[in-house]
């Protein structure tokens, strides 16, 4: 029997994060089993223990979507680590656990109170101008005096980012899910000094889509490793701040995205809502659950 957790990442109050579904121990999968098993969790993403095969590392992840593998993503990062060390894993180095993904290494420590990872290299960076810029407006359904700036900060999944006027910009935006196909895209804006008494500096939203689907991503760990990789250095945000994201959808995200000695930490709470097992797969003519 194989362990299977459903984990709520970045938030602090139950089931107002974003799910992952982890499989531990899923070194015999295929790809075609990995992605029955995400299509029918219908997560954001479902992730798949493994031995790592790097010496440095302490375990491997593959990630999956309903529409195939993901080589870096920030929520099944912090869920997985979670589950791994809740499964008895011991890291190598105390305190610091070595994540092994398509993307490469990923360096998780553990807090006192969070897990946090460190923002692998974007592997696309750069403005975004001219009709680009003007389709990812319309499609968001964004005013463009609302536009502050864009920039790719692409680690991976592919996301562009707008940083817009006001969060109320943020909240309002309205995407057009025929326009806004193939996109991802995250929507920033910061919060005025002490208009928030929860901490919270920034307003974020995530709209992701694919040739099957469109939608808003409760709680985005890669997008916020981006744009903390963009936005901090170009001075639109501090080195230590808090995101909310998934204010529109009911959630309460909250991510915590700190920069130190250059090295963009992105942050948040963990926790097994659910823990249980997955049968063993039989020899049989007949599909069996995996």
Request: proline share 6%.
């Amino acid at each position: 029997m194989t362990a299977v957790r459903l984990v709520d990442v970045f938030s602090e109050r139950a089931f107002r994060g974003n799910a992952l579904a982890v499989l531990h121990d899923a070194d015999g999968m295929s790809d075609d089993e990995m992605l029955a098993v995400a299509r029918w969790t219908n997560l954001s993403e479902t992730t798949f223990l493994t031995a790592p095969t790097d010496p440095r590392a302490d375990y491997g992840v593959r990630i999956w979507t309903i529409g195939g593998e993901l080589p870096f993503a920030g929520h099944p990062t912090l869920g997985s680590a979670h589950a791994w060390l809740e499964a008895g894993g011991v890291p190598r180095t105390e305190g610091v656990v070595v994540q092994e993904c398509a993307a490469g290494l990923v360096e998780v420590r553990r807090g006192a109170d969070r897990l946090a990872f460190a923002a692998p290299p974007l592997v696309r960076s750069g403005a975004v101008e001219g009709e680009e810029l003007a389709r990812v407006v319309a499609a968001l359904g964004v005013a463009p005096a609302d536009v502050v700036d864009a920039a790719w900060v692409d680690n991976g999944p592919g996301w562009l980012a707008v940083l817009l006027a006001s969060p109320e910009a943020v909240l309002a935006a309205a995407p057009d899910p025929v326009l806004a196909r193939g996109l991802k895209v995250g929507l920033a804006a910061r919060y005025p000094a002490g208009a928030r008494t929860d901490g919270v500096g920034l307003e974020v939203r995530a709209f992701f889509s694919d040739e099957r689907d469109f939608g808003e991503d409760p709680v985005t760990g890669s997008l916020n490793a981006g744009l903390g990789q963009w936005l901090v250095p170009a001075g639109y945000a501090p080195e230590h701040y808090v995101a909310a994201q998934g204010t529109v959808l009911g959630r309460e995200g909250r991510v915590h995205v700190d920069v130190e000695d250059g090295v963009v930490w992105v942050g948040g709470a963990t926790h097994t809502l659910v823990d249980g097992v997955r049968p063993s797969r039989r020899r049989s003519d007949r599909a069996q659950p995996v």
